[in-house]
């Protein structure tokens, strides 16, 4: 069991109605990922962002790039 990293299948979301959003908090720097509906400007929060390694893991799970997200204050 050693050396074998754990796979994780890449969960979907509507890319019709929805984008990835990071929330930045301009007091504290907390950063929050999800992902916000166009239509009605609602934000889902899907994960904290503490370092580097968060943000690639929630890029790498849900198959977004760096360039598709939008940083909202």
């Known amino acids: 069991m050693f ?3 754990k796979k994780f299948q ?3 979301y ?3 109605t929805q ?3 990071i ?3 301009i007091c504290t720097g907390e950063k929050v990922a999800g992902f916000k ?3 009605t400007g609602k934000f889902h929060e899907v994960m904290v ?3 580097n390694s968060d ?3 929630f890029l790498q799970k849900y198959g977004v790039t760096e360039s598709e997200i939008v940083k909202e204050y």
Request: glycine share 4%; aromatic share 8%; no cysteine.
């Open 49 to 51: 962002i503490r370092d």
């Open 23 to 25: 929330h930045a908090s």
């Open 37 to 39: 509906d166009i239509q």
């Open 19 to 21: 984008k990835p959003v």
């Open 14 to 16: 509507d890319k019709n």
């Open 3 to 5: 050396g074998f990293k």
């Open 10 to 12: 890449k969960e979907p």
């Open 55 to 57: 943000l690639q893991f």
